[in-house]
């Protein structure tokens, strides 16, 4: 699965991309705020999950600005099913590209990628300490569920607070409301 925004080219990581994917994540501000990712991050590591199994349905993709030439690597972003069976987004961006609203411009695209899949919602969740990433979810559309939980951090080695989101798509709301009829 592929997409492109204005801006940017949504693709699945391929093996050649593990050096460009340990670059952008040697950075410990990153890995610190995603709950999955060790730090230090190695070139091993990034090669251990660009050959990670993935879900058929569910995409995982590398985010690359658009330039000229050829694209930079600025970040990730993909959908995943909780043990719940809930589809969470996650993603990250590089430091040397925050404040562009390039992870916002990236995840909107992942919504409607939901969207088309029917999904009935998807999950999100920040750091509590992570007020940039909740911006994000805010301006897509994510309302607070009501719940602060402990997750872990793999880079920090601790749980963290982690303010729990959703965001409810279209084909959900319309379901609702011809139940309402």
Known sequence: MFARTPRLLL???FPEDAPALAAAMADRAIA???AVVPWPYTLRDAEAFLASPRDPVLPSLLIFERTGGAPHLVGSCGLGRRPSGAVEMGYWIARPFWGRGLATEACGALVEIARALGLASVEGS???D???SARVLEKLGFEPRGVI???MSCAR???VPARLMRVRLKAQVEAE???AA
Do not use: S
């Open 11 to 13: 693709r699945p990581g």
């Open 32 to 34: 610190r705020n995603l």
């Open 126 to 128: 920040h750091f509590v």
């Open 149 to 151: 939980a402990p997750r």
């Open 157 to 159: 080695g601790e749980e």
């Open 130 to 132: 992570n007020p940039a």
């Open 177 to 179: 409301e011809a139940l």
